[in-house]
């Protein structure tokens, strides 16, 4: 499949992600749309530890370390200006420095990714120990208390640009967090075209051919962390927008589990992939739980052993297959006929004809 067909093909689902999203609001209920919501929320997460991962070499097992963090971050600033519009740039910078501090020690201190894992995994489970003890008065930052394990309630949602009176309705809110996965997820791809996007894929495929290149495979990936960092912090800001409550269990190990089985679901490697396990994954945990019949824990974890076994590369990247094995059988016919066309006019040629 040629790069000028692959490009509309991205093209064309993105027009329809914005066309879908436009007529939500006119099918969908009020508990639907905002239930979609909230998986538009988690899709941002997920595509943030799809990029990282499939795309810079990072697994990263604490990515919700940086989404609790721009949760937090969020309401916190949300409670002490009263306006969203400063809360949602301190929950993307939050993160962000929280990602630069963390990646540069870990990147430059070479620590390999197994170590990788284990520390960004064990940065998770500080934060969830320290935010679930802040349950005294003394643990307030300016007029918004941490709350503790009980969480901080009534947290300020998301109002028109530097108007905190022109509050967002639950339609305005569906549009705002699907605008804004459908502006990350063409910002990422834009940016994988780019000269630093080839550059972080090399650095993914070989390091040392990349450092032999002149490429510091330090700065790439610290970068590529800072990155999926601030966009992990978004989509804290938008998952607390959508309940209006942010606490510890926002750091959850299970959480962190779940997220990489959606991109493994969905697919490693691509950024369309964790946004569809993500939708796929949650719509049917939720629908099994309206049921009340299957554990979902255990129904997710089915599923996991089952794409792994039959579908290891993912649904996004195995329909991808398909479509490309599809196409070069179409353009392999194709030419077969043009060459038997060819064939027989040239035997009906009279001799020395050219």
């Not at 330090?218 to 800072?226: M, P, S």
């Not at 510890?248 to 679901?265: G, H, N, R, V």
């Not at 129904?299 to 792994?308: E, H, M, P, Q, R």
Request: hydrophobic residues 55%.
């Amino acid at each position: 499949m040629s790069d000028t067909v692959k490009l509309s093909a991205q093209i064309a689902a993105v027009l329809v992600a914005c066309i879908v999203v436009a007529v939500m609001p006119l099918y969908a209920d009020l508990f639907q749309l905002m239930q979609f919501t909230l998986f538009a929320s988690m899709a941002v997460l997920a595509l943030s530890l799809g990029f990282i991962w499939g795309f810079g070499g990072i697994l990263c097992f604490g990515q919700t370390a940086f989404f609790g963090l721009g949760a937090y971050a969020y309401a916190v600033a949300a409670i002490n200006y009263g306006d969203s519009t400063p809360a949602i740039l301190c929950a993307v910078i939050v993160p962000a420095l929280f990602a630069l501090a963390l990646g540069y020690f870990v990147f430059y201190g070479r620590i390999s990714d197994v170590y990788l894992g284990v520390i960004t995994l064990t940065v998770t489970l500080i934060l969830f120990n320290v935010f679930n003890s802040t349950a005294g008065d003394e643990y307030t930052i300016g007029t918004a208390r941490l709350g503790g394990f009980n969480g901080m309630p009534a947290v300020p949602t998301f109002n028109m640009p530097f108007d905190p009176t022109a509050i967002l309705y639950p339609e305005d809110s569906w549009y705002v967090t699907g605008g804004a996965l459908i502006a990350i997820y063409v910002g990422l791809r834009l940016l994988l075209r780019s000269r630093f996007g080839r550059v972080a894929i090399a650095v993914r495929e070989n390091e040392t051919r990349a450092a032999l290149l002149g490429y510091d495979p330090r700065v790439v990936k610290l970068w590529v962390f800072v990155l999926g960092g601030a966009i992990a912090g978004m989509g804290g800001a938008l998952y607390v927008n959508w309940g209006a409550f942010v606490g510890p269990t926002i750091f959850a190990l299970s959480l962190s589990a779940e997220i990489i089985i959606w991109i493994c679901i969905g697919g490693l490697g691509t950024l369309i992939g964790p946004i569809v396990g993500c939708f796929l994954i949650q719509y049917l945990v939720s629908q099994i739980g309206s049921q009340q019949s299957f554990n979902s824990n255990l129904v997710l974890g089915a599923i996991l052993i089952v794409f792994v076994l039959l579908l290891p590369q993912g649904l996004v990247p195995t329909l991808r297959n398909l479509v490309a094995a599809g196409w070069y059988r179409v353009s392999e016919r194709r030419r077969e006929t043009g060459h038997g066309q060819s064939r027989q006019m040239t035997a009906g040629q009279p001799v020395g004809a050219e």
